[in-house]
Nanobody, 122 residues
Framework: QVQLVESGGGLVQAGGSLRLSCAAS????????LGWFRQAPGKEREFVAA????????YYADSVKGRFTIFRDNAKNTVYLQMNSLKSEDTAVYYC???????????????WGQGTQVTVSS
């Protein structure tokens, strides 16, 4: 069993930056791929980024490519999402999730955090 807890959300102006963190506890998550998803009000949950357990392969949604960076520190059991050049359309609840293999489909993920709110004001 893995517990995931996100932090770092908040209110930021358009063009600004935020760094989200997701701390894992429970069993070792070193061999799990980790992903970030987001869900805006009235919209479906969508894939943002994912990273393999080694950090060697990384995947991004086209909407965030070039602006967001996902990286992990297995020694700290933490995965991060650095978000730069934020836009109002990035406003959503952001969730981290764990899966044995990286995927863009949320149904492939076994473990989920509770989410953290990111609000970008224009």
């Amino acid at each position: 069993q893995v517990q995931l807890v996100e932090s770092g959300g908040g209110l930021v102006q358009a063009g600004g930056s935020l760094r989200l963190s997701c701390a894992a506890s429970g069993r070792s998550f070193s061999w799990y791929a980790l992903g970030w998803f987001r869900q805006a009000p009235g919209k479906e949950r969508e894939f943002v980024a994912a990273v393999t357990w080694s950090g060697g392969s990384i995947y991004y949604a086209d909407s965030v490519k070039g602006r967001f960076t996902i990286f992990r520190d297995n020694a700290k059991n933490t995965v991060y999402l650095q978000m730069n050049s934020l836009k109002s359309e990035d406003t959503a609840v952001y969730y981290c999730a764990g899966t044995p293999r990286p995927a863009r489909d949320s149904s492939e993920y076994d473990y989920w955090g509770q989410g953290t709110q990111v609000t970008v004001s224009s």
